[in-house]
Structure formats: C-alpha cells, structure tokens
C-alpha cells in the first residue's frame, strides 16, 4: 500500500519528537546576555560567514574539531566489516554531538534564534523549529552537520539550494531567510510551514485518497510552483509527497531543492537523482535528460498517489521497480474519471517527446475545471523579451548565486539566449532587488508608531504580490502589512495606536520586574541598537549601498519626529497608562516531516 511505501525510502527519516519550550521570561534574560553579531557577521558562537538575503559562495571550512573523527580510527588493516562498524560508530559520535550542539530551549550561540523543537531529521542534521528573537516569528532551521558532509558534492548542492531559494520568489515554493555557517554546522533558515506533507494528508483520508475535487486545486498549486520553477530555468528532480507541504490553511509549500539544478534547453543533464518510486524512466535507465520532462513525469506520479492511494509502479526490488518505470504500463481504478486518467496519462509518457509539458498541464481541462477555465498563475513577472545592456552591478552578483561564467560571457549569453539559465537569473535578481526597494519605500510611507517593546523591526522585504514574506536587512519601523510586525499602542502624537486594545504579556526582567522601554529597545521609537543589528554577510557589497542608505534615512527621520516632539525614550506608555504590551504569538506543534 502506499502508507507504507515511506518505510522503504532511505532518505526519509521519523520526524523529531517534540522537546521542551522555554518559558518568555526565562527567553528575554537569555536573549539580553547573547553574544551579539559585529560589523563583519557574526563575531560569537563560531559563526564563519552568512546572511540574510545574501549569495552563498562558501566553500564552508571543515571543522577543526577532529577528536570525533579520531576517536574511532579506521585502518588499512581493518577488515571491511569491521571498518563498516568503525565508520558507523564515528557517525553516532558525530551525530549524537550534532544533538547537542543544536538542542532545544536556547538560543543558538551568536544568533537571534532560540531553538524550541524537532521538528525533522536527516542522514546529515535536524531540522529545528525556532523563535526569531528580533520578530516573535518562527522559523525552521535546517542544521547540516560538516563531519557528515565529507564530499564536495553535498556542499554544492547546499550552496545551490541556498542560492536558488534565495532568489526565487513564489507563494507555493519554501523561502529561504538566511544562511550561516559555524565551526561545526551549517545553518538554513527557512520559512516555517505549519501543516503536514502530503504523504500525511493523503493518509489521513477515511479512504487513504483525495476526492478528484479535493486533489484539484492542491495540483493546480503544484503546476504553478513547477511553472515557475521551469520558467526561470530550475528543475527539482525529487518531486514526491514528502516534499510537498499542505500548510494549516490547505495550500502547497514546495519544499527540498537539495537535487535542483539549473537547466538549458538545447543541453542535457546527466545526474540520476531522486527517488526511485518517482523516478522517470530516463533517470533510471541513466539516459540523458534536459530537465523539466523528469519533474512532469514525478508530478504524474504524486496525481496518481493523490487520487488512487497507490503508486502505479511497485516492485520487491529496484530491479523488477525499474523494468516496470521502463515499460510505463499500469492501470487505474474505476473511480477515477476520463479526465483525470487522460492527465496522468499524458505526463506519464515513456516517451519524452509524447510526455506533457507544463504548459499541456495549465492548459488541460481537469486542471482548470471549476476555476473558469483559467490557468494556474506561474507569478513570473513581466520580463523584456531582450536586454540589449545587462547592468554591470548585476553581471557581477550572477557568480556569487551559481551561475558561473565569466563577465564577458555572461554578458554575450543575457544579450543573445533569452531561453537560457542566466538570463533568467539575471531577471530573478532584478527583481529582488526591485522587490527589496519597494519594501523600503513601504516602511517610510508606512505610519509612524512607536514599538511595544517584543523587538525592534527590521525593515522587511515584501513581495508586490499578495503573499507576504519576512526578510530583515536593516534596522527600520514595522510594516503592519505582515505578520511578522509587533503590535503598537501610541503613535507620535501621542494618540492612542491601532492595537492599543489588544491584550498582551507585559515584559518583565529576570527578576520579574517590569522591563522599561529603554531595556527592551535600546533605542526607543522602535528603533534596534546598533550592536544588534546582524550583518547582511559577505558577498553583497554589490546591492546593499542603496538600502543602507534609505534605512539610515528612516533611521534619522524618526530620531527628528521624536526630538520635535519632545518625546524621550526612557519609557513608553500606552493610551491607559500601562506599560507597553505586545501580541502573544501562538506557537502550534508542526506534525510534518522535513527532509533534509
């Protein structure tokens, strides 16, 4: 059955049992004596290098911790059983200290975040859910321990997730915040989905299936994430229902581009990746590919497991799995409708010129049934056709996300291959920092408040689209278009604020005192210290003048409000005449495995 099919993938791991919180008082006196980051990243807690927003290009140092490694020597006397058991005592070792190092109810050394729970395990780290420190939002972090990754290819295909998700943008595809790098760890912070994963939903149902009417829009999601993806030239090549996260409000959250690469249409991949289960049969039968037919065929797959409960390829062993893929013969079940099995069908063609594209899958009537006939929204913006004069400023950030050639044939190859990868990488970039400048404008047009003292707001970066996203780069006022902002109660004028009347927890001290406004913002008028303000990182000299200088603008535009109007910054007091208060924020147990 296909409940238990989980069981025989190697690369999925049982999800984390749940630990301990720490309670908010017991948060705020460990978050008031953490390490804080200098001018040049993050000077404690052995953080090398990272950033919010920024490429990775790290060639992430090996850990100068040996003592794991020597602990079990491994010989070349040793026999090879006994040199199997010798590498995996040196993996628990490894891993058991990993554990540790990343264990719940602390904040992470150097960093703003305070680890609350497993939430998912790996061959190579965890995945933890956390609490960012300066927002009140969770988040989830990916830990990678460096004395697991022992090849130079699993580094790649980290710095690749990074840089990709980093520069994507997509309501549907998981958002990668920032990325650090410590003696021992790598660390990924990603957006937090609270749901499940689609392996879980599916069997959840009474009948361990999704109603055709159910499955529709939860597809049509899927084909507008991968529409984006193929779009800006990116194939996943690990599609499956663990990797598809259903959040608490029923939408698709595509997570897990560790085997995502960048593709050109006139060349050929050669890597075999993925799961077998869903494997196309190019992939198994080690044959060329070009890219986007693999994910078509994976897709194919997850509709059919969606509205059958099965998989339509099963074997005992990978050989009799792959004969099976290789013929594409299998059946369907008499529930299923016309339109349907004309669907699966067409993406499950062994032949990839007869296989569907993603345009075949916008376009096909049991797609759009229901939803007027329109297609699923790729959300690629409108990009020129041609750009006859590529930005210097931009040609040199390309490398840092991965694309690497050199300036002159980058330039050439965004002039004369509209179709190609780097073209396409070129407009993603363009647009984040289109999206970055008008976050900022936001922020100063946005009423002036002061903070309630959670944290200070960092200037976020919102999406021109409807969704929203959090992404801190500089210290600013908050944007009450997300949830992420911290409520308010006095505005300058000192009227009472639009959340004056919302209950909350006031803050208080490790001593159980009330906490001034100068204790919890150092500033005052929402406004974060300076030594607590985290680097943007290494490698972003190229796009960060423009918003350092609008944020110090709206740094001195509030300093000059509060001193016309005479108000200090020693205690804030809201319109009843208590101390500031803030939101709580509701903090659910996420029930989904990540993969990692």
């Not at 021992?184 to 879980?200: N, P, Q, R, T, W």
């Amino acid at each position: 059955m296909f409940g238990a099919k989980r069981k025989s993938d190697q690369q999925q791991q049982a999800a984390g049992a749940t630990e301990g919180k720490a309670g908010y008082e017991a948060l705020q006196a460990a978050f008031s004596n953490t390490a804080q980051p200098n001018n040049f990243g993050y000077k404690y807690g052995g953080l090398l290098a990272g950033g919010t927003g920024t490429p990775c290009s790290s060639t992430f140092q090996p850990s100068p911790i040996s003592a794991l490694k020597q602990a079990v020597p491994v010989s070349p006397q040793m026999g090879t059983s006994n040199a199997k058991q010798a590498e995996t005592d040196r993996k628990r070792a490894i891993e058991a200290a990993a554990a540790k190092r990343c264990a719940s109810g602390k904040i992470f050394p150097g960093t703003h975040y305070r680890l609350d729970m497993t939430i998912g395990k790996g061959s190579y780290g965890r995945v933890k859910l956390a609490t960012d420190m300066r927002t009140g939002g969770q988040v989830a972090i990916k830990f990678l321990a460096k004395d697991l990754m022992t090849k130079q290819a699993h580094w790649i295909r980290v710095r690749r997730e990074i840089n990709l998700l980093t520069l994507a943008h997509h309501p549907h595809i998981i958002k990668v915040h920032e990325w650090l790098e410590a003696t021992e760890d790598v660390l990924i912070v990603m957006e937090y989905v609270s749901g499940k994963d689609l392996f879980d939903r599916i069997n959840e149902k009474a009948e361990k299936r999704y109603s055709e009417e159910d499955a529709r829009p939860l597809f049509r999601q899927m084909v507008s994430a991968l529409d984006y993806c193929h779009q800006n030239r990116i194939v996943h090549r690990d599609l499956k229902p663990e990797n598809v996260m259903i959040d608490a409000q029923g939408n698709v959250k595509l997570i897990d581009f560790g085997f995502a690469n960048l593709f050109h249409p006139r060349d050929h991949l050669t890597t075999n990746c993925g799961s077998p289960l869903y494997a196309a049969p190019e992939i198994v039968q080690a044959r060329p590919y070009i890219g986007p037919e693999v994910d078509i065929w994976s897709l194919g797959i997850v509709l059919y497991a969606m509205l059958v409960g099965a998989l339509p390829f099963e074997d005992e062993n990978l050989k009799g799995l792959y004969k099976k893929i290789g013929e594409g013969r299998f059946t369907f079940p008499e529930h299923v409708s016309p339109a349907a099995r004309d669907l699966i069908q067409s993406m499950l063609q062994v032949n990839t010129l007869n296989r569907a594209t993603i345009h075949h899958l916008r376009m096909h009537p049991w797609v759009n049934e229901g939803f007027g006939r329109v297609a699923p929204d790729g959300y690629v913006p409108a990009r020129p056709a041609c750009i006859a004069c590529p930005r210097e400023d931009l040609l040199r950030l390309l490398p840092e996300y991965g694309y690497n050639l050199s300036g002159d044939l980058l330039r050439s190859t965004i002039i004369v291959q509209p179709d190609s990868p780097v073209f396409a990488g070129y407009c993603m970039l363009e647009e984040k920092e289109r999206r970055e400048k008008e976050a900022l404008a936001a922020v100063m047009t946005a009423p002036m408040t002061i903070n309630n003292g959670v944290a200070a707001r960092y200037a976020p970066q919102l999406a021109a689209s409807s969704y929203k996203e959090y992404r801190p780069i500089a210290p600013a006022i908050v944007d009450p278009l997300t949830d992420y902002a911290p409520r308010y109660s006095v505005n300058l004028d000192g009227s009472a604020g639009p959340f004056s009347s919302i209950p909350g927890t006031p803050l208080k001290d490790a001593a159980g005192q009330q906490r001034s406004y100068r204790q919890h913002t150092p500033s005052g008028l929402g406004i974060q210290h300076p030594s607590l303000v985290a680097s943007p990182g290494p490698g972003n000299a190229g796009h960060s003048n423009i918003m350092a200088q609008a944020a110090a603008t709206v740094v001195n535009k509030f300093k000059k409000l509060r001193d016309n109007i005479g108000m200090g910054s020693e205690k804030g007091v809201v319109a009843d005449g208590t101390s500031p208060r803030h939101r709580g924020i509701g903090s659910s147990k996420n029930p989904n495995e990540m993969q990692i």
